[in-house]
């Protein structure tokens, strides 16, 4: 997967995981909501684990995978378009 594919997959990921917060929010009881949420949240983790290995620094506040320190001034961030284009 390359790196705008992971990132698309992220936020589609992270949107899903809002929804079924905001969903188990309402309907506590749902067991069903509350394993999609699990599972969805777990994706979510290892998807951005493995954006930052490859690309950098995705997430601030000391939560990102920090093997590469240098990758936060060296990388565009996610938002950013590089001269390129890309």
């Not at 997959?9 to 995981?17: E, H, T």
């Not at 067991?31 to 290995?53: F, N, P, R, V």
């Amino acid at each position: 997967m390359d790196r705008e594919d992971l990132l698309n997959n992220i936020r589609k990921m992270l949107f899903y995981c809002v929804d079924l917060n905001l969903y188990t929010d309402s309907f506590p009881c749902c067991e069903k909501s509350t394993e999609d949420y699990e599972i969805m949240s777990s994706k979510l983790k290892k998807a951005i684990y493995e954006y930052e290995q490859q690309y950098g620094p995705l997430i601030n506040f000391g939560l990102a995978y920090m093997q590469n320190p240098k990758a936060w001034i060296d990388t565009p961030w996610p938002w950013e378009k590089c001269k390129d284009g890309e």
